[in-house]
Protein backbone atom coordinates (compact mmCIF):
# COMPACT_ATOMS: atom_id res chain seq x y z
CA UNK A 1 0.00 0.00 0.00
CA UNK A 2 1.26 3.40 -1.04
CA UNK A 3 1.99 5.21 2.60
CA UNK A 4 1.91 8.57 3.10
CA UNK A 5 5.58 10.55 3.22
CA UNK A 6 5.75 11.70 7.11
CA UNK A 7 5.73 15.04 7.82
CA UNK A 8 7.94 16.48 10.59
CA UNK A 9 7.41 20.02 12.06
CA UNK A 10 9.62 21.84 13.96
CA UNK A 11 7.86 23.71 16.46
CA UNK A 12 9.03 26.48 18.91
CA UNK A 13 6.92 27.78 21.82
CA UNK A 14 8.64 31.03 23.90
CA UNK A 15 5.41 32.41 25.06
CA UNK A 16 5.74 32.60 28.44
CA UNK A 17 8.80 31.50 30.97
CA UNK A 18 9.73 27.92 29.18
CA UNK A 19 12.17 28.14 26.36
CA UNK A 20 10.25 24.75 24.22
CA UNK A 21 11.43 23.06 20.80
CA UNK A 22 9.72 20.60 19.79
CA UNK A 23 9.41 18.04 16.51
CA UNK A 24 6.29 16.47 15.31
CA UNK A 25 5.63 13.66 13.12
CA UNK A 26 2.28 14.10 11.26
CA UNK A 27 0.42 15.96 14.10
CA UNK A 28 0.13 13.13 16.19
CA UNK A 29 3.65 11.43 17.12
CA UNK A 30 5.85 13.32 19.29
CA UNK A 31 9.75 12.47 17.87
CA UNK A 32 11.69 14.98 20.46
CA UNK A 33 10.53 17.34 22.87
CA UNK A 34 12.56 20.01 24.88
CA UNK A 35 12.30 22.50 27.50
CA UNK A 36 13.64 24.64 29.51
CA UNK A 37 12.13 26.45 31.68
CA UNK A 38 13.11 29.50 33.69
CA UNK A 39 10.68 28.60 36.59
CA UNK A 40 13.29 29.25 39.50
CA UNK A 41 14.87 32.66 37.97
CA UNK A 42 11.40 34.28 38.45
CA UNK A 43 10.57 32.56 41.45
CA UNK A 44 12.76 34.54 43.24
CA UNK A 45 10.41 37.68 42.26
CA UNK A 46 7.06 35.36 43.10
CA UNK A 47 6.18 35.60 39.29
CA UNK A 48 7.33 36.07 35.72
CA UNK A 49 8.84 39.05 34.69
CA UNK A 50 8.69 39.72 31.38
CA UNK A 51 12.10 41.87 30.85
CA UNK A 52 14.30 38.79 31.84
CA UNK A 53 12.20 36.33 30.46
CA UNK A 54 12.77 37.46 27.18
CA UNK A 55 16.53 37.77 27.84
CA UNK A 56 16.51 34.28 28.86
CA UNK A 57 14.79 32.66 25.78
CA UNK A 58 17.05 34.58 23.27
CA UNK A 59 20.27 33.32 25.68
CA UNK A 60 19.07 29.70 25.49
CA UNK A 61 16.80 29.42 22.23
CA UNK A 62 19.89 28.45 19.94
CA UNK A 63 21.15 25.90 22.51
CA UNK A 64 17.64 24.28 22.72
CA UNK A 65 17.46 24.22 18.96
CA UNK A 66 20.61 22.41 19.15
CA UNK A 67 19.68 20.21 21.71
CA UNK A 68 16.40 18.87 19.70
CA UNK A 69 17.83 18.05 16.87
CA UNK A 70 20.87 15.71 18.46
CA UNK A 71 18.41 14.19 20.81
CA UNK A 72 16.27 13.30 17.29
CA UNK A 73 19.62 12.65 15.55
CA UNK A 74 18.00 14.44 12.62
CA UNK A 75 19.34 18.30 10.55
CA UNK A 76 17.00 20.41 9.46
CA UNK A 77 17.01 18.90 5.81
CA UNK A 78 14.89 16.18 7.46
CA UNK A 79 12.12 18.91 8.66
CA UNK A 80 8.90 20.01 6.67
CA UNK A 81 8.06 22.96 8.16
CA UNK A 82 8.87 25.49 11.14
CA UNK A 83 5.79 26.38 13.50
CA UNK A 84 5.84 29.07 16.18
CA UNK A 85 3.30 30.42 18.65
CA UNK A 86 2.47 34.03 17.71
CA UNK A 87 -0.30 34.79 20.17
CA UNK A 88 -1.21 35.34 23.27
CA UNK A 89 1.25 35.80 25.33
CA UNK A 90 3.97 37.86 27.09
CA UNK A 91 4.63 40.02 23.66
CA UNK A 92 8.57 40.08 24.22
CA UNK A 93 8.90 36.38 25.00
CA UNK A 94 7.14 35.99 21.87
CA UNK A 95 8.80 38.02 19.77
CA UNK A 96 11.85 35.82 20.55
CA UNK A 97 10.26 32.50 19.29
CA UNK A 98 8.63 34.17 16.54
CA UNK A 99 12.07 35.98 15.03
CA UNK A 100 14.17 32.71 15.43
CA UNK A 101 11.25 30.80 13.58
CA UNK A 102 11.09 33.50 10.60
CA UNK A 103 15.35 33.04 10.56
CA UNK A 104 14.64 29.89 10.17
CA UNK A 105 12.35 28.97 7.73
CA UNK A 106 14.46 31.94 5.93
CA UNK A 107 17.58 30.00 5.79
CA UNK A 108 16.38 26.64 5.05
CA UNK A 109 13.45 27.53 2.87
CA UNK A 110 10.97 25.98 4.97
CA UNK A 111 7.44 26.91 4.93
CA UNK A 112 6.23 28.74 8.47
CA UNK A 113 2.98 28.35 10.24
CA UNK A 114 1.74 30.75 12.62
CA UNK A 115 -0.52 29.20 15.85
CA UNK A 116 -2.19 29.98 18.92
CA UNK A 117 -0.96 29.08 22.26
CA UNK A 118 -4.43 28.20 23.30
CA UNK A 119 -4.91 25.91 19.74
CA UNK A 120 -1.79 24.97 20.86
CA UNK A 121 -2.93 23.77 24.54
CA UNK A 122 -6.34 21.77 22.66
CA UNK A 123 -4.31 20.25 20.29
CA UNK A 124 -1.90 18.77 23.01
CA UNK A 125 -4.73 16.10 23.30
CA UNK A 126 -3.57 15.05 19.76
CA UNK A 127 -0.48 13.65 21.41
CA UNK A 128 -2.31 11.25 23.55
CA UNK A 129 -5.48 10.24 21.27
CA UNK A 130 -7.02 11.89 18.19
CA UNK A 131 -9.61 13.95 18.98
CA UNK A 132 -13.03 13.08 17.94
CA UNK A 133 -15.71 15.77 17.05
CA UNK A 134 -18.09 17.15 17.75
CA UNK A 135 -16.32 17.63 21.38
CA UNK A 136 -16.45 19.77 24.66
CA UNK A 137 -12.97 21.31 25.38
CA UNK A 138 -12.52 22.81 28.99
CA UNK A 139 -9.70 25.31 28.25
CA UNK A 140 -7.73 25.96 31.94
CA UNK A 141 -5.02 28.21 31.97
CA UNK A 142 -3.14 31.24 33.41
CA UNK A 143 -4.93 33.34 31.15
CA UNK A 144 -8.08 31.10 30.00
CA UNK A 145 -11.31 29.65 32.02
CA UNK A 146 -13.36 28.73 28.68
CA UNK A 147 -15.82 26.52 27.14
CA UNK A 148 -15.30 25.35 24.01
CA UNK A 149 -17.21 23.28 21.19
CA UNK A 150 -15.80 22.08 18.60
CA UNK A 151 -16.75 20.66 15.57
CA UNK A 152 -14.12 20.24 13.16
CA UNK A 153 -10.57 20.96 13.28
CA UNK A 154 -10.45 24.77 13.97
CA UNK A 155 -13.49 25.25 14.87
CA UNK A 156 -13.68 27.09 18.45
CA UNK A 157 -17.01 28.00 18.79
CA UNK A 158 -16.67 29.80 22.60
CA UNK A 159 -19.96 28.76 24.45
CA UNK A 160 -18.80 30.37 27.87
CA UNK A 161 -16.10 30.82 30.22
CA UNK A 162 -14.91 33.71 32.89
CA UNK A 163 -16.09 36.98 32.76
CA UNK A 164 -12.76 37.89 34.74
CA UNK A 165 -10.24 36.41 36.55
CA UNK A 166 -8.98 33.71 34.78
CA UNK A 167 -8.72 29.91 37.44
CA UNK A 168 -5.23 29.64 36.96
CA UNK A 169 -4.87 33.91 37.67
CA UNK A 170 -7.17 32.71 41.01
CA UNK A 171 -4.84 29.67 42.03
CA UNK A 172 -1.72 31.68 42.01
CA UNK A 173 -2.86 34.63 44.03
CA UNK A 174 -4.30 32.07 46.78
CA UNK A 175 -0.85 30.80 46.60
CA UNK A 176 0.17 34.17 47.12
CA UNK A 177 -1.77 35.04 50.37
CA UNK A 178 -1.33 31.69 51.29
CA UNK A 179 2.40 32.27 51.43
CA UNK A 180 3.43 29.48 48.50
CA UNK A 181 5.92 29.92 46.47
CA UNK A 182 5.68 30.38 42.30
CA UNK A 183 4.49 28.99 40.55
CA UNK A 184 1.53 28.77 42.85
CA UNK A 185 -1.19 26.44 41.50
CA UNK A 186 0.72 23.10 41.95
CA UNK A 187 1.59 24.72 45.40
CA UNK A 188 -1.97 25.23 46.10
CA UNK A 189 -2.78 21.56 44.91
CA UNK A 190 -0.33 20.10 47.37
CA UNK A 191 -1.24 22.20 50.27
CA UNK A 192 -5.16 21.49 49.81
CA UNK A 193 -4.08 17.83 49.94
CA UNK A 194 -3.82 18.05 53.74
CA UNK A 195 -6.61 20.12 54.25
CA UNK A 196 -10.16 19.82 54.92
CA UNK A 197 -12.78 21.76 52.67
CA UNK A 198 -13.80 23.91 56.40
CA UNK A 199 -14.46 27.85 55.15
CA UNK A 200 -17.44 28.63 53.57
CA UNK A 201 -16.65 30.66 50.58
CA UNK A 202 -18.99 32.54 47.79
CA UNK A 203 -19.75 30.22 44.91
CA UNK A 204 -18.34 31.71 41.97
CA UNK A 205 -21.47 32.05 39.49
CA UNK A 206 -24.37 30.30 40.99
CA UNK A 207 -26.71 30.48 37.83
CA UNK A 208 -27.51 28.16 34.74
CA UNK A 209 -25.20 30.21 32.39
CA UNK A 210 -22.04 28.66 30.92
CA UNK A 211 -20.70 31.96 31.94
CA UNK A 212 -17.98 31.89 34.94
CA UNK A 213 -16.74 34.37 37.49
CA UNK A 214 -13.41 33.77 39.59
CA UNK A 215 -13.01 37.36 41.13
CA UNK A 216 -15.31 37.26 43.82
CA UNK A 217 -13.87 33.69 44.72
CA UNK A 218 -10.46 35.24 44.76
CA UNK A 219 -11.51 38.72 46.77
CA UNK A 220 -12.97 37.01 49.41
CA UNK A 221 -10.17 34.82 50.35
CA UNK A 222 -7.32 37.84 50.33
CA UNK A 223 -10.27 39.74 52.92
CA UNK A 224 -10.47 37.06 54.92
CA UNK A 225 -6.77 36.18 55.64
CA UNK A 226 -6.22 40.11 55.90
CA UNK A 227 -9.17 40.41 58.67
CA UNK A 228 -8.12 37.39 60.41
CA UNK A 229 -4.55 38.55 60.43
CA UNK A 230 -5.42 41.63 61.74
CA UNK A 231 -7.41 40.11 64.26
CA UNK A 232 -4.35 37.99 65.13
CA UNK A 233 -6.58 34.87 64.30
CA UNK A 234 -4.52 32.05 62.59
CA UNK A 235 -5.42 30.97 59.25
CA UNK A 236 -5.50 27.21 59.02
CA UNK A 237 -3.75 27.64 55.35
CA UNK A 238 -4.32 23.77 54.31
CA UNK A 239 -8.64 23.83 54.83
CA UNK A 240 -8.33 27.37 53.01
CA UNK A 241 -6.48 26.11 50.14
CA UNK A 242 -8.53 23.05 50.34
CA UNK A 243 -11.74 25.02 50.33
CA UNK A 244 -10.76 27.52 47.62
CA UNK A 245 -9.86 24.35 45.32
CA UNK A 246 -12.78 22.33 46.28
CA UNK A 247 -14.98 25.50 45.48
CA UNK A 248 -13.37 26.24 42.08
CA UNK A 249 -13.50 23.04 40.70
CA UNK A 250 -17.06 22.57 41.62
CA UNK A 251 -18.06 25.70 39.56
CA UNK A 252 -15.72 24.09 36.34
CA UNK A 253 -17.45 20.60 36.53
CA UNK A 254 -21.01 22.45 37.15
CA UNK A 255 -20.47 24.28 34.44
CA UNK A 256 -19.20 21.73 32.15
CA UNK A 257 -22.11 19.40 33.22
CA UNK A 258 -24.60 22.18 31.98
CA UNK A 259 -22.67 22.05 28.83
CA UNK A 260 -22.75 18.19 28.30
CA UNK A 261 -26.42 18.19 28.69
CA UNK A 262 -27.21 21.00 26.05
CA UNK A 263 -24.78 19.85 23.45
CA UNK A 264 -25.18 16.10 24.11
CA UNK A 265 -21.36 15.91 23.20
CA UNK A 266 -19.75 12.39 23.76
CA UNK A 267 -16.16 13.78 23.75
CA UNK A 268 -14.69 16.07 26.20
CA UNK A 269 -11.08 17.15 26.75
CA UNK A 270 -9.35 19.10 29.36
CA UNK A 271 -6.56 21.87 28.01
CA UNK A 272 -4.17 24.25 29.30
CA UNK A 273 -1.51 24.82 32.62
CA UNK A 274 -4.52 23.86 35.28
CA UNK A 275 -5.40 20.68 33.40
CA UNK A 276 -2.27 19.19 35.17
CA UNK A 277 -4.29 19.41 38.57
CA UNK A 278 -5.10 16.08 39.59
CA UNK A 279 -8.28 16.49 41.85
CA UNK A 280 -9.85 18.63 38.39
CA UNK A 281 -8.70 15.84 36.21
CA UNK A 282 -10.18 13.09 38.88
CA UNK A 283 -13.82 15.33 38.81
CA UNK A 284 -14.37 15.77 35.42
CA UNK A 285 -13.37 12.25 34.89
CA UNK A 286 -16.01 11.51 37.13
CA UNK A 287 -18.34 13.75 34.90
CA UNK A 288 -17.43 11.92 32.07
CA UNK A 289 -18.38 8.43 33.36
CA UNK A 290 -21.68 10.07 34.65
CA UNK A 291 -22.44 10.45 30.78
CA UNK A 292 -20.89 7.75 29.18
CA UNK A 293 -18.34 10.72 27.53
CA UNK A 294 -15.01 9.59 26.74
CA UNK A 295 -12.21 11.68 28.40
CA UNK A 296 -8.91 12.87 27.42
CA UNK A 297 -6.30 14.46 29.01
CA UNK A 298 -2.60 15.26 28.19
CA UNK A 299 -0.18 13.78 30.17
CA UNK A 300 1.74 16.76 32.70
CA UNK A 301 4.50 17.44 30.17
CA UNK A 302 2.28 18.68 27.61
CA UNK A 303 -0.13 20.47 29.97
CA UNK A 304 2.04 22.87 30.65
CA UNK A 305 3.73 24.80 28.42
CA UNK A 306 5.71 23.06 25.83
CA UNK A 307 6.52 23.09 22.10
CA UNK A 308 5.06 19.46 21.69
CA UNK A 309 1.66 21.06 21.76
CA UNK A 310 2.39 23.64 19.25
CA UNK A 311 3.52 21.00 16.32
CA UNK A 312 0.57 19.10 17.02
CA UNK A 313 -1.63 21.96 16.22
CA UNK A 314 0.67 23.54 13.40
CA UNK A 315 -0.39 20.13 11.72
CA UNK A 316 -4.05 20.62 10.15
CA UNK A 317 -2.89 23.75 9.10
CA UNK A 318 0.40 22.40 7.59
CA UNK A 319 -2.47 19.95 5.59
CA UNK A 320 -4.49 23.09 4.78
CA UNK A 321 -1.83 25.13 3.21
CA UNK A 322 -1.94 28.13 5.68
CA UNK A 323 1.44 29.49 6.02
CA UNK A 324 2.56 32.72 7.41
CA UNK A 325 4.66 34.94 5.55
CA UNK A 326 8.03 36.42 7.08
CA UNK A 327 5.48 39.65 8.11
CA UNK A 328 4.17 37.57 10.56
CA UNK A 329 4.89 39.17 13.99
CA UNK A 330 3.90 38.47 17.33
CA UNK A 331 0.47 40.12 19.54
CA UNK A 332 -0.02 39.49 23.12
CA UNK A 333 -3.94 39.71 23.12
CA UNK A 334 -5.00 37.93 19.76
CA UNK A 335 -8.10 35.25 20.95
CA UNK A 336 -8.68 32.32 19.13
CA UNK A 337 -12.76 32.31 19.65
O1 LIG B 1 -1.09 27.07 30.36
P1 LIG B 1 -0.09 27.60 31.32
O2 LIG B 1 1.18 26.84 31.51
O3 LIG B 1 0.27 29.07 30.93
C1 LIG B 1 -0.69 29.85 30.34
O4 LIG B 1 -0.85 29.69 29.10
O5 LIG B 1 -1.38 30.60 31.07
O6 LIG B 1 -0.85 27.75 32.69
C2 LIG B 1 -0.21 28.27 33.81
C3 LIG B 1 -1.18 28.28 34.94
C4 LIG B 1 -0.62 28.96 36.17
O7 LIG B 1 -1.59 29.83 36.68
C5 LIG B 1 -0.35 27.79 37.11
O8 LIG B 1 -0.41 28.16 38.46
C6 LIG B 1 -1.45 26.84 36.71
O9 LIG B 1 -1.50 26.92 35.32
N1 LIG B 1 -1.18 25.45 37.14
C7 LIG B 1 -1.92 24.80 38.06
C8 LIG B 1 -1.31 23.53 38.23
N2 LIG B 1 -0.22 23.46 37.40
C9 LIG B 1 -0.16 24.66 36.75
N3 LIG B 1 -3.01 25.17 38.73
C10 LIG B 1 -3.53 24.27 39.60
N4 LIG B 1 -3.00 23.07 39.84
C11 LIG B 1 -1.90 22.64 39.19
N5 LIG B 1 -1.40 21.45 39.41
ZN1 LIG C 1 -0.16 27.93 28.33
Known amino acids: ?48 V ?49 EFAKTLSLIYKKPLIAVNHIAGHIYANNLE ?38 IGECYDKVARVLDLKYPGGPNVEKMALEGNHTYDLPIPMNDDSFNMSFSGLKSSIINLVHNETQRGNEIRKADLARSFQDTAVDELVRKSELAIQKYNVKNMIIAGGVSANKFLRGEIQKLADKYHITLSVPR ?9 MIGAAAYPLYLKGEFADLTLNATSSDELY
Open 1 to 48: MYKMKDVNILAIETSCDETSIAIIRNGTECVELTVLTQMDTHAEFGGV
Open 50 to 98: PEIASRMHTENITMVLEETLTKAKMTMDEIDAIAVTYSPGLLGSLLVGV
Open 300 to 308: MLYCTDNAA
Open 129 to 166: RKMEYPLLALVVSGGHTDLILMKGDYEFEHIGGTLDDA
